[in-house]
């Protein structure tokens, strides 16, 4: 879960990580009372480079504060919808620098990673140090003091950032962070330093440790939940919790609808539906042997979207999901929708003829524009197959 701006600060300032004096304002809060200028308005997103985009002003007085948050509250910033707004304290600065914590994937330990310039500059700056962290122990001071003076850090400053790594690293331990990242860490002209940004990424997995009730839902591309995916999430709740997934879905700007089974091959799909010149309406996986119930549930809301143009069921051949039960979950929701859209399924596994025969069934019964195939095709070749029927309407 990717945390906003103002949320990895809260988290800094449990963590006794100095931050600017600043108020959070939403659609219903936009009427303060702020005093202190001149100030910065930043807008809330996740999307990167926001500063390039038009997503951080600054305001000198009452009337530009106004102004710039008229400006920026709805405003997209890289597709990314504008829902909050952090305004702060400007901060006269001396110096900049980067400093992280993230998760090294190819050697499996914490890293931490500095740079004497931060800012928007960083992802072009390519003196960035590292220093891998052993994660049965402490991050030692020693390690630590040696990697700020090979970047030419001295004196006081280098026992302060030090201090400030140190917490980060606690952060990242103990709420179960993949990146904690301060960019940029300021040097104030009176010789503080302060964390003017926060980017703060949280392993999902580990919630069951955390409680995390007081993050606002969002989609793990961090904006808002839409209805059909807050409908979706309730799927994988009640009676058949604990029997397979089909909670998984993500509203796009797309019209074929899609129920991917296999998280891999279902990312590659979506690749493959983008190379032959079509948009998905959406991401949804399904797997783990779900209930007929579930699939049900999540076809229903998957095929609610107005404007489809088609409908892609895939999946590569399962080892132990009941193709006839996930199949007889489909094939119930388009019975009651009758979607007039060609259909291509392709699906393969355990009871593979039962769910053939199954919505063999239910297209000669509600007049469907339907194929199904089996492993005697690629997923890929199955997309092309869709895209050829809709090009024929």
Not at 121 to 132: P, R, T
């Amino acid at each position: 879960m990717n945390l906003y701006e103002f949320e990895g600060k809260n988290l800094f300032q449990k963590y006794k990580i100095p931050v600017p004096t600043g108020r959070m304002i939403t659609e219903e809060t936009k009427d303060i009372t702020w005093e202190q200028f001149p100030c910065v308005v930043k807008a809330q997103v996740q999307s990167g480079k926001r500063g390039k985009n038009g997503g951080i002003l600054f305001a000198k007085n009452k009337q530009e504060l106004e102004q710039h948050i008229q400006t920026l509250l709805g405003k997209k910033i890289c597709n990314d919808e504008v829902w909050y707004l952090l305004i702060e304290e400007k901060i006269p600065l001396k110096q900049e620098y980067y400093l992280s914590i993230t998760y090294n994937t190819q050697k499996r330990v914490p890293t931490l990673l500095f740079a004497t310039a931060g800012g928007m500059g960083i992802e072009e700056e390519n003196a960035v140090l590292s220093l891998d962290i052993n994660p049965l122990r402490i991050l030692e001071s020693f390690r630590v003091r040696a990697l700020l003076k090979q970047a030419g850090v001295k004196g006081k400053d280098l026992l302060m950032i030090e201090d400030i790594a140190k917490r980060l690293f606690r952060i990242f331990e103990q709420e179960d962070a993949r990146l904690v990242e301060i960019n940029p860490l300021a040097k104030t002209e009176d010789g503080r330093f302060m964390a003017l940004d926060a980017k703060i990424a949280l392993d999902e997995d580990a919630g069951f440790r955390h409680d995390w009730k007081n993050f606002p839902e969002r989609t793990t591309l961090g904006r808002r939940l839409t209805e059909r995916e807050r409908a979706v999430r309730n799927i994988d709740q009640g009676e058949f919790y604990y029997r397979g997934t089909a909670g998984k879905y993500i509203e796009i700007d797309g019209d074929i609808a899609c129920l991917f089974s296999g998280g891999g091959a279902s990312i590659s799909m979506m690749d493959t539906l983008y190379a032959l010149g079509q948009k998905p309406s959406n991401y949804t996986e399904y797997s783990g042997n779900p209930p007929r119930e579930k699939v049900q549930a999540l076809t229903n809301i998957v095929l609610s979207k107005p404007g489809l143009k088609g409908i892609w069921v895939v999946g590569g051949v399962a080892n132990f999901t009941h193709i006839g039960e996930t199949m007889a979950g489909i094939a119930d929701a388009l019975r009651v929708l009758k979607p007039k859209v060609p259909i291509v399924i392709r699906r393969a596994g355990p009871h593979e003829d039962e769910g053939k025969k199954i919505m063999e069934n239910v297209a000669k019964e509600c007049h469907l524009n339907l194929k199904w195939f089996g492993r005697e095709i690629s997923m890929g070749k199955s997309a092309k197959v869709l895209v050829d029927m809709i090009h024929k309407l």
